[in-house]
């Protein structure tokens, strides 16, 4: 089945601390997990992304954590500014089989950063 | 930002009425896709193109039809609107180079905010 589970829907962290959203998937053949940021007005963007072929992956302050047997991934952004306040969208890319050419993405966190 | 453009930006429309939304590139990419973002559902597919005059469904596509008879312009048509249907609508556009060792990097437009009343 081509679902992404994401939670939490929001999240409040204070300026300086660690943001954590976790995703959860069923379908193995998924081989490409990026996350997605959107601020309010504007269409996503890629933010950072993984395969499943390595267990974590860092950009800057972004991190994602990925646990193939468990069927699970995550993003942590460090240092948490008044900035990151956004949306952000897990995902997961099936290369291959009836889902062809397809992301699915999660339900979706807003993060709020207080100052 | 990838150029991407999308018209209406805002559209209020009438339960019934037929809606054409448009996304325009100038980034000749092969592969386009509509989305729909609601609260609580995050982004969800509902047509997708893979080539001129080349269109599939994606899981939120009753309703909706699409059409691509250029590169560059991906028509999402909502042919008999309903309240269910207001959303914002997201057009994406990516080019994968190949299918092994490629990124599936989406670019999103900047949306077109749909109300049905």
């Known amino acids: 089945q081509q679902q992404v589970k994401q939670s939490p829907q929001s999240l409040i962290v204070q300026k300086g601390g660690i943001s954590i959203i976790n995703c959860a998937y069923e379908?193995?053949?998924?081989?490409?997990f990026p996350w997605y940021q959107q601020f309010p007005g504007k269409g996503p963007a890629l933010l950072i992304a993984?395969?499943?072929?390595?267990s974590e992956k860092k950009e800057g302050r972004f991190t994602i954590s990925f646990n193939k047997s468990a069927k699970q991934f995550s993003l942590h952004i460090m240092d948490s500014q008044p900035g990151d306040s956004a949306t952000y969208f897990c995902?997961?890319?099936?290369?291959?089989?009836?889902?062809?050419?397809?992301?699915?993405f999660g339900q979706g966190t807003i993060l709020t950063v207080h100052p | 930002d990838a150029g991407i453009t999308q018209s209406p930006r805002h559209k209020v429309t009438e339960t019934g009425t037929p809606v054409t939304l448009r996304c325009h590139q100038t980034e000749n990419h092969r592969y386009m896709y509509w989305y729909r973002q609601d609260p609580g559902h995050g982004l969800r597919l509902i047509h997708y193109?893979?080539?001129?005059?080349?269109?599939d469904k994606g899981e939120v596509s009753d309703g909706y039809s699409v059409s691509r008879s250029k590169t560059e312009d991906f028509l999402l048509t909502l042919e008999s609107a309903t309240s269910s249907q207001t959303s914002v609508y997201f057009c994406?556009?990516?080019?994968?180079?190949?299918?092994?060792?490629?990124?599936?990097?989406?670019?999103f437009g900047p949306g077109t905010r749909l109300l049905v009343l």
């Open positions: 193109s893979y080539g001129v005059k080349d269109t």
């Open positions: 995902a997961a890319f099936n290369a291959g089989g009836t889902s062809y050419g397809k992301l699915t």
């Open positions: 379908n193995t053949a998924f081989d490409y």
């Open positions: 993984i395969r499943p072929d390595v």
């Open positions: 994406a556009i990516s080019d994968r180079a190949s299918r092994t060792g490629y990124q599936e990097t989406q670019y």
